[in-house]
């Protein structure tokens, strides 16, 4: 072996390795440029040496070398290695990887000296030069990227098996099937956002109904309603489809102002300041009505529930239901720095106690949250383990009601439950009323006459009376359209543009 290699460097000119281990003088003269070319020159002297031993038929580029720098135009100036080839695995294209040389090199030329899988990385680059760019994109998955050819363009196909690896992948996006993300939502994520691991977390937060928050977009549970945009939509009520200007009763408005403000500023007081307001009454006096036009008035933006949430199939979940709209309010006041406050309508409905009627485990439950409530109002668990840090903002609770007394009487002691009876006097019915009729163009002193007429009676009835009146014109109305028969049709049915007939509101006296 060292007898050929010396044979093998009697090739390479005596001038160039003085040149590399001179000094510094020579060095100067030799620049870097020449000195990497000479270099290549002197290991293509090499390369040809051996080759000419090994294999004196070869035919790759073994002919007589020209000088550096002296290359004719189109022709390959140096030889190379098959490691520059192999450089070159990717490129359809192969140039001479001599220095300044541009000449093109062909697969045939180079085959005997190349190794088997860098012909076939060739050839495999050859063959798809042949297929249309649009039609041929690779299998995705990294561990087998095999080409694929699109057979049908124009068609939109997204779920695909690669045939080689057998693996589901969108044709679409080209990218590992996305289960349960369309290729819309998909193609809109960002990059870091596209891994198997994320994927299955965006369908399990889809499937839990989580949301993301909008700051540093991550997935949330709501496991304690406080998500803020969630509070306007679906719990709380603001009030504006109430228009106009209602008539509030001096004693009810200066009842529930107190009572709110005293709750607000209790750690203030140095006394109990109880924590429910039992608005009662009869029937059809306005009870909610006037507690809601009060809201409006201060700004209260309320979480409202109906007697009806009381009871469940379920034991406990309307003592939990109850915890987690307190919790609410409480979080609109700290979120929104809204007002807010827990207002339960009719609420011996849900609770009382009537004739032989049993209580259940709900009422029960409904009846110690409330209990508690009023005992701790800022201490308010939803299930999940006491924390030190989390304290609930204190928020009034409003219920109203027909009979109090059909109620567990624990809860509606002092203490717990301040009562207030409302009966409006005659006084509170005129003006009530009258804003109920301004708008039809009753006068007061008609107004008056109506309820001199009609003495002793709900504000419910005024309202029926009115809306009775209306009546005899909707009758009207419905022939002047075309009937019974065509009521459907002319209602539903009618051109975008065109109008339905107006509607003339009768002389309510």
Same mark, same amino acid.
């Given at each position: ?30 620049? $870097? ?28 580029? %073994? ?18 290695? &098959?490691? *520059?080839?192999?450089? +070159? ?48 994109? /690779? *299998? ?20 695909? $098996? ?17 289960? !349960? ?41 709501? %496991? ?19 228009? !106009?200007?209602? /008539? ?6 200066? +009842? ?16 109990? #300041? ?7 009454? !009869? ?84 009846? !110690? ?30 219920? %109203? ?16 439950? $301040? +009562?207030?009876?409302?009966?409006? &006097? ?18 007061? &002193? ?42 459907? &049709? ?13 509607? %003339?509101?009768?002389? #309510?006296?």
């Amino acid at each position: 072996m060292a007898k050929e290699n010396v044979s093998d460097l009697d090739f390479v000119d005596d001038f160039h390795f003085p040149a590399l281990f001179d000094n510094e003088e020579n060095q100067e003269d030799f620049t $870097e440029a020449k000195h990497a070319e000479e270099m290549q020159f002197q290991v293509g002297c090499v390369i040809i040496s051996k080759m000419n031993k090994d294999n004196p038929s070869s035919v790759l580029m %073994t002919g007589a070398l020209p000088e550096p720098n002296h290359q004719e135009d189109g022709q390959p100036s140096h030889s190379f290695c &098959d490691i *520059c080839a192999e450089r +070159k695995e990717s490129i359809t294209v192969v140039t001479c990887p001599g220095l300044n040389c541009k000449a093109v090199l062909e697969l045939e030329t180079c085959r005997i000296k190349l190794n088997k899988g860098v012909i076939d990385l060739w050839e495999d680059a050859l063959c798809q030069e042949l297929i249309s760019v649009s039609q041929r994109f /690779y *299998c995705p998955y990294k561990d087998c990227s095999a080409m694929l050819v699109n057979d049908k363009e124009g068609q939109e196909i997204s779920e695909a $098996e690669c045939p080689f690896c057998h693996r589901l992948f969108c044709a679409r996006c080209h990218v590992p099937w996305h289960s !349960g993300v369309d290729c819309e939502v998909f193609q809109k994520l960002n990059e870091d956002e596209r891994g198997r691991e994320d994927l299955m977390v965006m369908e399990l937060a889809r499937d839990q109904k989580w949301s993301r928050c909008p700051q540093c977009k991550f997935y949330v549970e709501r %496991t304690e309603a406080d998500i803020v945009f969630d509070y306007r939509q679906k719990m709380t009520r603001s009030f504006e489809y109430l228009k !106009g200007d209602y /008539y509030i009763a001096p004693v009810f408005l200066d +009842k529930v102002v107190c009572f709110i403000v005293k709750n607000y500023i209790a750690h203030l007081l140095n006394t109990k #300041v109880p924590l429910i307001l039992g608005i009662w009454g !009869g029937k059809g006096q306005g009870k909610s009505f006037q507690t809601e036009l009060i809201f409006q008035a201060m700004g209260i933006e309320p979480v409202i529930m109906s007697a009806g949430e009381l009871e469940s199939e379920r034991a406990g979940e309307p003592g939990k239901l109850i915890r987690e709209r307190y919790r609410t309010a409480s979080q609109v006041v700290q979120n929104q720095g809204k007002m807010s406050c827990l207002m339960i309508n009719d609420i011996d409905a849900g609770l009382g106690r009537f004739g032989n009627t049993q209580m259940t485990v709900n009422n029960q439950i409904v009846v !110690g949250t409330l209990m508690n409530l009023s005992d701790n109002p800022t201490r308010v668990s939803i299930g999940q383990d006491w924390r030190e840090s989390d304290v609930t903002n204190r928020v009034p609770i409003i219920v %109203t009601g027909n009979d109090f007394s059909t109620i567990y009487a624990p809860l509606i002691r002092d203490g717990r439950m $301040e +009562k207030f009876y409302w009966q409006p &006097d005659r006084e509170d019915i005129v003006n009530i009323v009258h804003r109920m009729y301004e708008k039809d163009g009753v006068s007061r &002193d008609e107004v008056i006459s109506i309820v001199n007429t009609f003495p002793n009676q709900a504000l419910d009835f005024y309202g029926a009376l009115r809306s009775r009146t209306y009546d005899k014109s909707i009758s009207k109305w419905i022939d002047d359209i075309g009937g019974v028969e065509n009521l459907g &049709d002319t209602l539903l049915k009618r051109r975008k543009n065109e109008e339905l007939p107006v509607f %003339t509101p009768p002389r #309510v006296v």
